[in-house]
């Protein structure tokens, strides 16, 4: 089983529409949680973290769920700007002692005008 | 504000060839990171440093890579020799140390495309 999964898509969906996004873990120890946007051939860049309490940045909310070892994101009246490869990543704890950024290996969005 | 800098954007090189890539974090930050990126794997960390230390090179593929950090603002990544399968972006990103310090995302930079022919 993979350490970080999501569904790759692409989720091909009409401006407007609202998508959402999961993404499982498998290390329960894990300590931070954060959503990434990739274009093509670009690097990734922050979009949110995702907080115990869930948090909202505009059209997008971010939730944890760490009893069932998720995290959601949740586009809504989505954009032609959105689209892009979205990449869930987890600070993950890697016994006896560090921690490890791991990455998703990311779901594809397009919106469709 | 810089962000992290990588050199080159774009290297090509043929089989054999010793490849070298550079990264400048952005400033203050301690922690840095080498990532490879393929479509078959995605995002793979290689190795990072805090305090220029290397802390986990586990992810390093072979004995072919190896990385440096001489100083808090420079670091390589160093492949010799090349091979085609090491074709890939390689990125690199950095992270500073608040005192929530597990909360705090990365930065990267612009990455290096490689193609070993």
């Known amino acids: 089983r993979k350490e970080v999964e999501q569904d790759p898509g692409p989720f091909n969906v009409p401006e407007g529409a609202t998508v959402a996004f999961n993404c499982t873990y498998s290390?329960?120890?894990?300590?931070?949680f954060f959503w990434y946007r990739q274009d093509c051939r670009k690097e990734p860049k922050l979009l949110m973290s995702?907080?115990?309490s869930g948090n909202e940045d505009g059209r997008f909310t971010a939730q944890l769920n760490r009893a069932s070892q998720y995290i959601s994101l949740l586009i809504r009246d989505s954009k032609l700007s959105d689209s892009a490869t979205y990449l869930c990543?987890?600070?993950?704890?890697?016994?006896?002692?560090?921690?490890?950024?791991?990455f998703g290996t990311g779901t594809r969005l397009k919106v469709l005008a | 504000d810089a962000g992290v800098i990588q050199s080159p954007r774009h290297e090509v090189t043929e089989m054999g060839q010793e490849v070298t890539l550079r990264c400048k974090p952005i400033?203050?930050?301690?922690?840095l990171f080498w990532y490879r990126q393929t479509m078959m794997r995605g995002l793979e960390l290689l190795i990072y440093?805090?305090?220029?230390?290397?802390?986990?090179d586990s992810g390093m593929p072979e004995d072919r890579f190896s990385a440096k950090m001489p100083n808090a603002s420079f670091s390589t990544l160093k492949i010799q020799p090349s091979e085609p399968r090491d074709s890939a972006v390689y990125f690199c990103?950095?992270?500073?140390?608040?005192?929530?310090?597990?909360?705090?995302?990365?930065?990267f930079g612009n990455g290096t495309r490689l193609t070993v022919t």
């Open positions: 440093f805090n305090n220029n230390v290397p802390i986990d």
């Open positions: 990543v987890v600070n993950m704890y890697i016994p006896p002692g560090t921690y490890k950024y791991i």
């Open positions: 290390n329960s120890a894990s300590q931070s």
């Open positions: 400033s203050g930050h301690d922690y």
């Open positions: 990103a950095s992270r500073g140390t608040p005192q929530a310090s597990t909360n705090s995302p990365l930065h």
């Open positions: 995702v907080y115990s």
